[in-house]
């Protein structure tokens, strides 16, 4: 194993939640960040080919396998060879935002961030820290290509700026994409850790408006997915399904990370609830990982029964992501009526576990495309 991951398990098993609360915060989200640029720029020595069966055939691309990270693991466009030589089905760069943005820092603590292993759990305050479309889709265009490994981008309006200037400005940033060849494009409208507005009428505003200004004007198909949080109540899902439809969209990403701290504390190892419970008390955030697999199992099925009635006549596809860990988790999530999933947090312990295998490891019993 190599020093970067061997440095990882350290990390992961340090019994930081017994230190006191400000130092353990300090060191996990210090450690994150060095960690992780350390771990992005990694090239294994070997490639993983996911078994054929695993290929997934939506919106005319070929995914070579189902998994792949969600949004915010390669904000900036880093870890593509990695994610290619592990053998992710695909590759997520961003969130980004138009202007580059660093990060929150809060109590002295650059981009707040916790990790509960007993509960297979992090807590992330980061503040969408990206360097902005223009530098990332300049590194995007310079990627080189693999078969069956599509290249997505998730964005999100600046939040900071009023719509009638963020608008424009994200409008901007997808044509920059699109010129520099991603396949898809996930829209972020559920990040927790900064001030946007997520009342129903400012999503149908930017939702509207988007669709508007970019979907009807797609000279090359790029699929645009929504992603939203798992917070999301069964009526609005559905309401919302129906208007992504209507209006042209994708598919839906469900989804992001919850802010139903108190709801979900039950998920979390007794010795870490203290922990868990300063952090959202000082810095908020999203609880991410084994807690949210619940949810996201019972939003996807019901969009999946919902689609199934409704009987789209475009192609429209769920995404599902949030407290996949094992294999059992993808199976699930592809059983449950997810096209694709995306992980994060269960990446991490599996990488721990697993190292350069992770992918391999959850493709085991994989079905093949229905
Ligand atoms: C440290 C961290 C940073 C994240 N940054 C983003 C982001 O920039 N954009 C986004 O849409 N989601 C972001 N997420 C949410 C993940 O993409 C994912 O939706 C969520 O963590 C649930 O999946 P998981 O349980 O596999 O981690 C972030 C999550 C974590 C843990």
Redesign the pocket.
Known sequence: MSLRLRLLRWGHRLPLHRLPFHLSVALSSWG?RHLWKLLAERVPATVTTPPPHAARHLWGLCFRAPLF?????F?YGEGYELAYRQGAGAYLA??ATDLPRRGRISAGIC?P?ASYPRSR????A?G???PGHSALARRIARLPRYPGFPIGV?V?VDPELPPEEALPRLLGGLRQYVDAGVDFI?L?E??P?VPHNASWRAVEFRLRWLAEHFLQHRERFVPVVV?VS?DLSPEMLTVLLHLLLHLGYDGI?L???STAYEALLPAIAPEEQPAYSHFWQRFGG?I???P??ER?RELIRLASAWLAQSRPEREFHLIA?????CPDDLTAALADGASLA???????FALDEHGDALYRHMYAGIPADP
């Open positions: 994150r990270n969600a949004a915010g693991m904000k961003g969130t981009q961030f759990a992090a807590l992330n980061l969408l820290p990206n998730s999100a996930e972020n559920s990040c850790n992603k798992l990403t989804g992001n990370t999203g991410s990982g084994a949210l697999r996201r992501a949030g407290g996949i860990l995306q992980w994060y947090t269960g990446y991490l």
